[in-house]
């Protein structure tokens, strides 16, 4: 495999009055890999990006990713990560209304900054590759849902993240436009981008990822690599942890 991106180790997280929503969770994502991380609602799939978004800890376990450990920073050090490390894009888009679409994406390097000259020439060639660029001076609630993803996206990849992680990305998109964010997904995997989308979607697992790892109560299930949009051999090794070479 590629140099990791991503490694849980042991991973556990019980919130009070219930049973945990991770158990003993470990995976490695290596660069460049296209997961799709599928199960029912309520097993997991969110807890487990959180942690490795760095927006919540583990209550055992470790968390690296692009060799930080996450499970050990402190708010302004997650925060930090966050902007530098990852990008995230949530089912209901998560802009802000009363920023522009070009806004909304510079608004990333500005925190961590990046000159504005320079921010608004890195987000208008994102929305362009994006095939968004006639929107930049609207406002995202102008956009189509499909739009308003495409935005997210954009504003995700302003900082060049390692790692691009997204929860349930169609999840509020008619069948259309959910059709244009798996599309615009499958190529930013083609150009390198490691991606890690968690849905219950299984035509968005199939449509974009090489890997399918299927979480059920908080435990994985299966981990498959997928050949050529089928179903492949098993990823990982015995205990389905970890991923073999590509
Ligand atoms: N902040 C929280 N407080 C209490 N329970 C939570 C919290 N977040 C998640 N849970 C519980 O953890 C389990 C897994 O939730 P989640 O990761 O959101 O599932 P999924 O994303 O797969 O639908 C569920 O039982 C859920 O109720
Ligand atoms: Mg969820």
Redesign the pocket.
């Known amino acids: 495999m590629n140099e990791p991106v991503i490694e849980l180790s042991g991973v556990h997280r019980r919130?009070?009055e219930?049973?945990a929503?991770l158990c003993d969770v470990s995976m490695t994502v290596g660069a460049g890999e296209a997961v799709a991380i599928l199960?029912?609602?309520?097993?997991?799939?969110?807890?487990?990006l959180n942690m490795i978004a760095g927006l919540d800890r583990p209550d055992a376990g470790t968390v690296t990713v692009a060799g930080v450990r996450v499970d050990r920073l402190g708010e302004a050090g997650a925060a930090r990560y966050r902007r530098e490390k990852v990008g995230m894009v949530f089912q209901f888009f998560n802009l802000l209304d009363d920023l522009t679409v070009l806004d909304n994406v510079v608004l990333p390097a500005e925190m961590t900054g990046v000159g504005r000259g320079e921010a608004r020439s890195r987000a208008s060639g994102l929305l362009e590759t994006l095939g968004i660029a006639r929107h930049a001076r609207a406002y995202p609630g102008r956009l189509s849902g499909g739009e308003r993803q495409r935005v997210a996206v954009a504003r995700a990849l302003m900082n060049r993240p390692p790692l691009l992680l997204a929860d349930e990305p169609t999840g509020a998109l008619d069948s259309a436009s959910g059709e244009e964010v798996r599309a615009l997904l499958r190529e930013l995997h083609a150009d390198g981008q490691t991606v890690v989308v968690?849905t219950h979607d299984e035509g968005l697992a199939a449509s974009c990822a090489t890997r399918v790892v299927r979480?059920a109560d908080?435990r994985i299930a299966s981990d498959t690599r997928v050949v050529n949009g089928g179903s492949g051999a098993p990823a990982g090794v015995a205990d389905g942890s970890a991923a073999v070479a590509r």
């Open positions: 919130f009070p219930g049973p929503a199960g029912p609602s309520g097993s997991g799939k969110s807890t487990m968690v979480i908080g």
